[in-house]
Nanobody, 123 residues
């Protein structure tokens, strides 16, 4: 499975961005899709995940601000990011797995990763 993210960029605090991740080479509808991020000098962390059935999980830091969705017909998962803060600045990675045990928060459970897209939020 190959994953390609897009949609990153520079935005002012309070603004919005929508990230997209398009998959190829696998049966997209059978995968749990996750978004993780990594800020400079920090470890990669969970952001949001969505199952094949549409169940969703979220990190506390983005609840109420970031929305995850998927379009199985387009093999694409989205991350709508609203009310962005400078601390949201990071490289955002899309990931895929067929099996999770902890609401999709454990990055070691993901088998496939995209190359990442930079999101920068200015104050």
């Amino acid at each position: 499975v190959q994953l390609v993210e897009s949609g990153g960029g520079l935005v002012q605090a309070g603004g919005s961005l929508r990230l997209s991740c398009t998959a190829s080479g696998g049966t997209f509808s059978s995968y749990v899709m996750g978004w993780f991020r990594q800020a400079p000098g920090k470890e990669r962390e969970f952001v949001r995940a969505i199952s094949w059935s549409g169940a969703r999980w979220s990190a506390d830091s983005v609840k109420g601000r970031f929305t995850i969705s998927r379009d199985n017909a387009k093999n694409t998962v989205y991350l709508q990011m609203n009310s962005l803060k400078p601390e949201d600045t990071a490289i955002y990675y899309c990931s895929a797995t067929k099996m999770i045990t902890n609401q999709g928060t454990d990055m070691s459970e993901y088998d496939y990763w995209g190359q990442g897209t930079q999101v920068t939020v200015s104050s």
